[in-house]
């Protein structure tokens, strides 16, 4: 199978039946490997992708603050739908620029829960929890993603994890759990609500994102789902201007604009093309650093005081995460 990591360059690479990936060296076009059940990926490439997938964190990371600066400007559904409108024409640009053909019929499904998941359902909820909750509240919950994906992604490959792996998960679950019940005073708040949900639908988006990343370009991945979303944006732009307030500043404009050409297109474009060149268990160890990040970003660039318990969550969670990274999956 040939795989791209970069729109000019491309490997052929052996795949196992179950789709996982390996290590060892990037074997020419036409060549085939001592062993069928392992991905060859040369020392060359590695660094490579990880420095590819580390910047999509680093964008990922900007999300939240983007967000809330965007949402000083524009409504909740406005701000989601002209988000992905921008950012799916960017995507349609590049792609008949470059004269991408169209995926395969089989591939479609797949693409339609990366846009569901990471580019419609994501940012909707995120957005419309932001409403009520601080960036740095979020960033502690959305830091289940990593362990998320993996669980999701255990269900899909019908892999059973060892008890490690759910003991550290049912542990993160636990601190995350009492950290959103501490911060809305006992129970949880409907913001928190909206953030599980854009756990589970964006750690669905991953896990497709990951499968169809092993068999095409990582950036088609996000491309095309990109494209497949604009109708709806385009339709939701136009319904939600007329009936959301909206009034242009510096940060609100900044915030869609990072929103759209980071966040969507770029953070995606370079996040997928690492889960192609290094396999998602790698790219997802690097994103174990995303909820510090994003706490950073809120005092750096929000003003927002961090509560003693958002730092300490935050590292009790990348800990569960960090365990379930290395146990028997």
Not at 11 to 16: K, L, N, S
Not at 69 to 98: K, M, Y
Not at 202 to 229: D, I, Q, T
């Amino acid at each position: 199978m040939t795989v791209q990591d970069s729109a000019t360059h491309s490997t052929t690479i052996a795949v196992g039946a179950d789709g996982s990936s390996g290590s060892g060296s990037v074997l020419p076009d036409g060549d085939s490997g001592p062993d069928s059940g392992s991905v060859y990926v040369s020392d060359s490439v590695l660094p490579r992708g990880a420095m590819l997938a580390a910047l999509g964190v680093v964008s990922f990371s900007l999300t939240f603050p983007g967000t809330a600066w965007g949402l000083e400007s524009f409504g909740p559904w406005t701000l989601v739908s002209l988000r992905i409108a921008l950012s799916a024409l960017i995507a349609g640009a590049l792609l008949l620029g470059q004269r991408v053909p169209f995926p395969d019929r089989a591939h479609w499904p797949g693409l339609a829960v990366v846009a569901g998941g990471s580019l419609i359902g994501f940012p909707l909820l995120t957005t419309i929890a932001l409403q009520t909750s601080t960036t740095s509240h979020a960033a502690v919950v959305i830091g289940l993603l990593p362990l998320a994906t993996a669980a999701l992604g255990a269900v899909r490959t019908g892999r059973r994890p060892s008890r490690a792996f759910w003991a550290a998960a049912l542990a993160g679950a636990a601190v995350v759990a009492a950290f959103t019940v501490q911060q809305s005073g006992g129970a949880l708040s409907a913001g928190d609500v909206y953030l599980f949900a854009a756990l589970l639908v964006c750690a669905a988006a991953y896990v497709e994102g990951g499968r169809l990343a092993s068999v095409m370009p990582g950036w088609h991945v996000v491309g095309w789902a990109l494209v497949l979303c604009l109708p709806f944006a385009l339709v939701g732009a136009a319904v939600a201007l007329s009936y959301e307030p909206w009034r242009l500043t510096a940060h609100g404009v900044a915030g869609l604009l990072w929103l759209a050409a980071g966040s969507n297109f770029f953070g995606l474009y370079v996040w997928y093309r690492g889960l192609a060149a290094i396999g998602v268990p790698k790219a997802s160890q690097l994103q174990l650093a995303q909820p510090l990040l994003t706490l950073v970003w809120s005092v750096l660039l929000l003003g927002e005081h961090l509560s003693p318990a958002a730092p300490l969550a935050a590292v009790g969670v990348l800990v569960c995460i960090a365990v379930t990274q290395r146990a028997r999956s």
